[in-house]
């Protein structure tokens, strides 16, 4: 019973005491979702051919900001510490990138042994955090059995979400259809990661730390502490504080040393990523890859004004470019402009599941997602005028179906483009 009212009391302190420089997640799995359709035979009703998809919930907490909600979907089954650290990857490089000024990271999660308390996402997180440019971080543990919160409500209104879908007559046979339609219709911040990331991550993993030793006491303890100056070490104790702050560590509760013996640093290439490891590959996701990463030290104003410009510049594409699929991006058809999402690509082609435009003369940047007919082509890659965010969700206006709209910025400069 203290153990339970402790970690709560320190979830509550920490929330209160973040400032510019400090987050916190509080990060948990959702049940799997099962993948339906609309309408079935009855060998696939009754029998297991049903995908099942991951959600990797979340809330992320910034200073004294709104929070935001996120969710890594993927079409692995696996709930280890390596895909964990695949599906927390886009998450991280999202908040590296939008909050610059973030150094320090506190995590909160429950404490099931075949995920987050283990060796595994011990060493990881002894390691593979600082590769994102954090410099000091906590992961805390609620006690057993109480490690509910707000991320189970993200996953609740998710999975409910896809439910009402489906009874409007889509099919949701797979986990990247449920990430296409939900990133249409929700405001929480979705990622995709692919099977074989995961899969090809944890090869790697096997194969360059298959001996990890196990952190003593692990089933007792409930905070982790780990530095930037130290990758491979940490510092962990059995109930979590943060007497001296949130961005330094206390001597309180028998904090004890521990060191991974068998770890070498991971070798990185120019841009910052593992060549030995596929954990940081990049994520293929409408917002993030259009936001420049940016060191600490640059000032604020430098960092917005870059964010600025690589939003609102246009971007097309060439068959070579990797990671385009869940990419949203701007078609020409007939001299006129449509969003729309890219499906599937090869040498020649762009599949892209597009939007029809409802808009007036006077603003033609309105648009919507057919409910019945997918208006879906195949475009060669100079009918596609540039790579965008993810269109911004308006009011229905009592029509009955969400309306969308592009950046304003960009859409005007695709408009100069076409003229």
């Known amino acids: 019973m203290f153990n339970i009212r402790h970690q709560y009391l320190q979830y509550r302190n920490c929330r209160s005491d973040l400032d510019e420089t400090s987050c916190m997640l509080h990060v948990d799995f959702a049940e799997n979702y099962l993948c339906q359709y609309h309408k079935e035979i009855q060998s696939v009703?009754?029998?297991?051919?049903?995908?099942?998809?991951?959600?990797?919930?979340?809330?992320?907490?910034?200073?004294?900001?709104?929070?935001t909600t996120f969710c890594t979907i993927s079409d692995s089954r696996a709930h280890d510490p390596v895909a964990i650290w695949e599906y927390l990857a886009p998450v991280f490089k999202h908040l590296r990138c939008t909050y610059p000024m973030v150094t320090n990271v506190h995590v909160f999660s429950d404490g099931p042994t075949t995920q987050y308390r283990q060796k595994r996402n011990f060493f990881l997180f002894a390691t593979r955090l600082f590769q994102y440019g954090f410099s000091y971080a906590t992961w805390n543990f609620f006690e057993a059995s109480h490690?509910?919160?707000?991320?189970?409500?993200?996953?609740?209104?998710?999975?409910?979400?896809?439910?009402?879908?489906?009874?409007?007559?889509?099919?949701?046979?797979?986990?990247?259809?449920?990430?296409?339609q939900l990133n249409c219709v929700t405001n929480v911040r979705l990622h995709f990661v692919k099977a074989d990331c995961v899969t090809a991550s944890l090869e790697a993993f096997n194969t360059s730390y298959s001996d990890l030793r196990a952190v003593p006491g692990t089933m007792t303890l409930h905070q982790l502490v780990v530095k930037s100056s130290k990758p491979g070490n940490l510092l962990y104790r059995d109930i979590s504080c943060f007497c001296s702050g949130i961005s330094s560590n206390c001597e309180c509760y028998n904090l004890t040393a521990f060191q991974f013996p068998n770890f070498a640093p991971l070798a990185l290439d120019s841009s910052g990523q593992s060549e030995s490891s596929s954990c940081l590959r990049e994520i293929a996701d409408p917002v993030e890859s259009e936001v420049p990463c940016v060191n600490?030290?640059?000032?604020?104003?430098?960092?917005?004004?870059?964010?600025?410009?690589?939003?609102?510049?246009?971007?097309?594409?060439?068959?070579?470019?990797?990671?385009?699929?869940?990419?949203?991006?701007?078609?020409?058809?007939?001299?006129?402009?449509?969003?729309?999402?890219?499906?599937?690509?090869?040498?020649?082609?762009?599949?892209?599941?597009?939007?029809h435009n409802i808009g007036t003369k006077y603003d033609r940047n309105r648009f919507f997602w057919p409910s019945k007919i997918k208006d879906v082509c195949a475009y060669s890659y100079t009918d596609i005028l540039t790579l965008i965010p993810a269109p911004e969700r308006l009011s229905d206006h009592g029509r009955g179906y969400n309306q969308f709209r592009v950046d304003p910025l960009l859409w005007d400069r695709v408009q100069m483009l076409l003229k």
């Not at 009703?45 to 929070?67: A, C, D, N, R």
């Open 147 to 180: 490690g509910k919160g707000a991320a189970d409500g993200i996953g609740a209104v998710l999975k409910r979400t896809a439910d009402r879908l489906v009874k409007q007559g889509l099919d949701l046979p797979s986990a990247y259809e449920v990430y296409c």
């Open 296 to 355: 600490s030290a640059e000032s604020a104003s430098t960092v917005e004004v870059q964010i600025l410009s690589a939003q609102h510049s246009l971007q097309p594409i060439v068959h070579t470019d990797a990671n385009l699929l869940g990419r949203y991006c701007i078609v020409q058809y007939d001299n006129k402009a449509y969003p729309g999402v890219i499906l599937e690509t090869d040498e020649s082609d762009v599949t892209v599941e597009c939007m």
């Open 45 to 67: 009703h009754f029998g297991g051919s049903h995908q099942q998809t991951t959600m990797h919930t979340g809330v992320l907490y910034v200073g004294q900001e709104k929070p």
